[in-house]
């Protein structure tokens, strides 16, 4: 895929995640989320830590220290100012030129354009988890849909999604028939019917 045909559907994916947050915005956070163990609090803080971690990353810094997840007072502002930052990161010139040091993810270093196919799938599922978790769902465009499935479908499977600190949960079955985000959703060990408890 023509690199920038993938940051624009990277950017999308972003704004998607970023209009997902935007309605918690004075909601309670203590919301259960489809991700197990984390409220929508823990979700949110999650989720602007890896957006600060590939920003770093993409702007050509190596720092652990960024990727520590740090509690704020706002979580939805803090998200959604993460998100402009690594759309930012990610459009600079030479951005995509890099070789990226993603130390949560083995072997810890990628081309940065593989590097942003992993950021985009995020943003993805987690602009379904927590719409989810506010009792909405979200749309995939007819563009993002198909390389959002396309990364989904690339994604390790096996022993490694058993691992206490793994990505994504193991795979659950996939009718044929099944919508883009359906498929995804189960790629990646969601259920696409998750209501809350």
């Known amino acids: ?32 989320t489809p991700c197990a163990g984390w409220d929508l609090r823990a979700l949110l803080t999650h989720m602007s830590t890896q ?23 706002d979580p939805v502002g803090d998200y959604l100012r993460s998100a402009d930052e690594v759309v930012a990161a990610f459009a600079a010139p030479d951005a ?38 506010l009792g909405n769902t979200i749309d995939l465009d007819p563009d993002l849909a198909p390389t959002a499935l396309s990364i989904a479908e690339a994604v390790p499977t096996g022993a490694t999604r058993l691992t206490p600190d793994a990505a994504f949960a193991p795979a659950i079955d996939t009718p044929a028939e ?17 209501t809350p408890a």
Not at 5 to 28: I, K, M
Not at 183 to 191: A, C, E, F, Q, W
């Open 51 to 73: 957006n600060r971690g590939f920003a770093a990353a993409a702007r050509g810094e190596n720092d652990p220290a960024v990727w520590e997840t740090r509690r704020t007072i």
């Open 1 to 32: 895929m023509d690199n920038r045909v993938l940051l624009a559907r990277h950017e999308r994916a972003v704004r998607l995640s970023a209009d997902a947050v935007h309605a918690a915005e004075g909601l309670p956070l203590d919301l259960e």
């Open 96 to 133: 995509l030129t890099r070789t990226l040091p993603l130390p949560e993810i083995p072997p810890g270093r990628f081309p940065a354009p593989l590097a942003v196919s992993f950021h985009l799938i995020d943003s993805v599922v987690h602009a379904w988890d927590v719409a989810r978790a």
């Open 178 to 194: 099944s919508a883009p985000l359906d498929r995804i959703l189960r790629l990646l060990g969601r259920s696409p019917s998750w």
